[in-house]
């Protein structure tokens, strides 16, 4: 890529562009954005964390686009009549989306890492970056959350490293059908369920995905990963899988509540027993996989192993806010039925009631993830539990509400679930807290909305009054 030219995000705050745009800035572009959450004030301290790392910002008024020269990024969720879009056109500005520039580094590095799959790919992203790091790698790192593990008081929004070694480790997206941008060296599936599209138009995404790479990593424990990689030589393919033979295999689970412990089997032997610090089945499944990813880099177990066991997780994956008068909140970016029900299996393998706000991440999501959505939460919640949906996160823009949260809870109270539908957010977070009792756990689930986290904090404050 170009470092000598000037960059404009508009949506710089979104998940898929701070990272990006500090990576570009971290190699000595010049680079600067806009954001709608920054003109309505929401979580400033972001925009303060861009800002400390020279990238300038703008009101999205267009006043920030001044210039033929510079290369306009926009994020899915910009519509072409916000007035940073209107003014690129004017000024006849070079435009490029979010992944076709992220793709453009990533298949320009020399060795590269493209995490896919429905559930997992930010952990694992995480993951990978941490066993490189501390393997002396200085991988660049893409991420879609902050990795703790990177992150320190100085720079708390650690969702990008900007590394001098020849790794370059990225989450790859297959919402919009932009997985097929990118050439990966490795590619790591992690799992293949409803989200976005359906799944036969997944099965081809992530199958021409790995299909491209020189060596892949599946995880032959799901099944629709599985059958992708029956297809594949069986010379290029690292296979993973709980309790499943596989090249790698994790047996003898030993669920902790904020961690797990598993015996590592490699090439059918015992090596160690592994122990992670972070929770659930699905972190055993995501720590394989990263683990996986290391081995085929060339990094030897005797590294890999004590990295990934000192892995702290991501913000707002399982995240404990805290306790108060015995009741926990837990922050979590489930925002899927795969998702969900990780999380949901996590915490009930421990006592304690379950009260949770699920806040859709958007219409169309919805409208998709119905069905699977009303199944996984009448079988996995128990009896006691409560659910909460208030209405969908909305940024802005024209958008179907052909499916709203009401629709949702009117199929589960039929099948005697205790779940309402509270239309205002904090009015929903209000009822959770004034139900809790010592033993519960609150648990805020939900993407695409980064001020989710700040109202776990309040609701962790107002159980402390």
Known sequence: METNKSYFFVGVGGSGMM?????????????????????????????DALQSRGIHLFPQDGSGITSADQVVIASAAVEDSVPDMVKARDVGATHMTRPELLSRL????????????????????????WIFSQAGRDPTVMNGAVMKNFATPDAPFASALVGEGDTFISEVDESDGSIALYNPTIA??????????????????????????????????????????????????????????????????????????????????????VRLSVPGRHNVENALAALAAAFASSIIPPVAIPAIEGFTGLKRRFERVGEAN?????????????????????????????????????????????????????????KGDQLVLPDPVYQGGTVAREVTSADIVAELTPAGIDARHIPDRDAAAAHLVASAKPGDRIVIMGARDDTLSLLAQRMLDDLNR
């Open 188 to 273: 790591v599936l992690n799992n293949v369920s409803l989200d976005h599209k359906s799944l036969e138009e997944l099965r081809a995404l992530f199958g021409d995905f790995v299909g491209r790479a020189s060596a892949s990593v599946i995880n032959i424990g799901d099944p629709e990963s599985a059958a992708i990689a029956s297809r594949l030589d069986r010379e290029t393919v690292m296979t993973f899988a709980v309790d499943r033979a596989a090249n790698l295999t994790a047996r003898n689970l030993k669920p902790e509540p904020f961690g797990i412990a598993f015996d590592l089997h490699i090439a059918g032997q015992f090596r160690q027993t």
């Open 326 to 382: 015995g009741i926990t909140v837990i922050d979590d970016f489930g925002h899927n039925p795969e998702k969900i029900a990780a999380t949901l299996d996590t915490l009930h393998a421990f006592p304690g009631r379950l009260l949770l706000m699920f806040q859709p991440h958007g219409y169309g999501p919805l409208k998709v993830m119905r069905r699977e959505l009303v199944t996984m939460f009448v079988s996995r919640l128990k």
């Open 19 to 47: 990272p990006l745009a500090m990576i570009l800035a971290g190699r000595g572009a010049s680079v600067s954005g806009s954001d709608r959450s920054l003109d309505a004030g929401r979580v400033p301290a972001k925009f």
């Open 106 to 129: 990533f298949n320009e590095s020399a060795h590269r890492i493209g995490v896919a799959g429905t559930s997992g790919k930010s952990t694992v992203t995480g993951m990978i970056g």
